[in-house]
């Protein structure tokens, strides 16, 4: 008799017993849950490492948590069918409920898509040389997962019983003041990802943008690091890129030189023939040079006879530029010493008139 007074004591318009059926209900789902995710990682995560695919894997990953919540979910929903609750609390707990479904669901889509940029999308942009991968993966990466939390707080405002077009419309107002404040950083930064298609340079390359000249240190979505040959960084906006004309000259597949060599005026015309026969030479000869080759006598200058020459050097690198100049330079010098051929320097030729002498005559 004491013992069914206890069960049949009201708390709250429940009884002793139904507080009893919902505490076992909710120890079962604690208990279940834990047996879930046991089997779940020694048998499921066994069989998903043995598949040749990384998407089972990633699939698991991101459902280990949320599947676990909802079976305890499904206990702590059934207990609570024993227990009496005013409308207004037996409201608040399904919005909850729904809210917690809504919240795992986010928490999988978040997951999944981190795992499968890691697993799949990285692993990939790291073995291609295209840079527009490493500079768009990243922050697509950052804005996919900002969408899926959004969405996930939206969703579950909106199973709280909040109405949520009141938010939106307060965030498309804010969205359209905060785009009028940073017209100069979207115009960058669409700036940047027509950069990024259109590929006019890539990182290391050698460029020419206006009065700016450098190598390419970093290409990014607002804006473009050039390091100069004076060694300082310039940092431009992409849309003073985009609105410029680009000069690459490491997309030029050979280097021009072009030079006058100035030969006294006492050089005889066999000797100048000579000169132009040792230039072609020396320089169709040498292994950094390419076609076409041209090599004229130029022209009478002010102090000496001038020959043109012009060639080009394979495109192997600035370094390579330098030493087939000095290498071919330095052949000429030799050559022209062996011949005789004198170069010229800067002379003047001065006529004195003497005056006394005119007198006497």
């Known amino acids: 008799m004491y013992i069914e007074e ?38 499921i995560k066994n069989i998903v490492k043995k598949s040749a695919t990384k998407l089972d894997d990633i699939i698991y990953d991101s459902l280990e948590l949320p599947l676990s919540v909802l079976v305890f979910l499904v206990f702590f929903y059934h207990g609570l069918r024993f ?15 729904n809210v917690v479904i809504i919240l795992s669901i986010t928490w999988f889509l978040y997951n999944f898509v981190d795992s499968f940029f890691d697993l799949y999308i990285i692993p990939h942009v790291e073995k291609t040389e295209n840079t527009f991968d490493d ?32 938010i939106l419309a307060g965030l498309g ?66 849309s003073n890129i985009v609105d410029s004309s680009i000069e690459n000259f490491s997309k030029m597949n050979k280097r021009r030189v072009l030079m006058t060599i100035g030969l006294t005026y006492d050089t005889p015309v066999e000797k100048i023939r000579k000169a132009k026969e040792i230039l072609n030479d020396i320089i169709i000869n040498h292994r950094g040079t390419v076609q076409p080759i041209r090599i004229s006598f130029k022209e009478f200058g002010a102090y000496s006879l001038n020959i043109r020459v012009e060639y080009f050097i394979r495109n192997f690198g600035f370094d390579f530029y330098l030493d087939t100049i000095d290498e071919i330079n330095l052949k000429i010098k030799e050559e022209f010493e062996k011949e ?7 002379t003047q030729t001065i006529y004195v008139k003497n005056e006394f002498d005119d007198d006497n005559n």
Do not use: C
């Open 340 to 346: 005789g051929i004198e170069m010229a320097f800067p």
């Open 173 to 238: 107002i804010g969205g359209l003041a905060v785009a009028l404040a940073a017209q100069d950083t979207l115009k960058n930064f669409i700036a940047g990802i027509i950069i990024l298609v259109d590929k006019p340079f890539k990182l290391n390359e050698w460029i020419k943008i206006g009065d700016i000249e450098g190598i390419i240190e970093d290409v990014g979505l607002r804006s473009t690091k050039i390091r100069t040959f004076w060694d300082s960084l310039v940092i431009m906006p992409n």
């Open 83 to 97: 227990i009496n609750f005013p409308d207004y609390i037996s409201i608040l707990i399904y919005e909850s409920f």
């Open 135 to 166: 500079h768009i993966v990243r922050p697509l990466r950052k804005l996919l997962k900002l969408l899926i939390i959004l969405f996930g707080i939206l969703a579950s405002l909106n199973a709280a019983g909040y109405d949520i077009t009141t």
């Open 6 to 43: 206890i069960i049949n004591y009201i708390i709250y318009n429940n009884t002793t017993y139904n507080y009893g059926l919902f505490l076992l209900f909710v120890i079962l789902g604690i208990i279940v849950g834990k047996l879930f995710n046991s089997v779940i990682k020694n048998v």
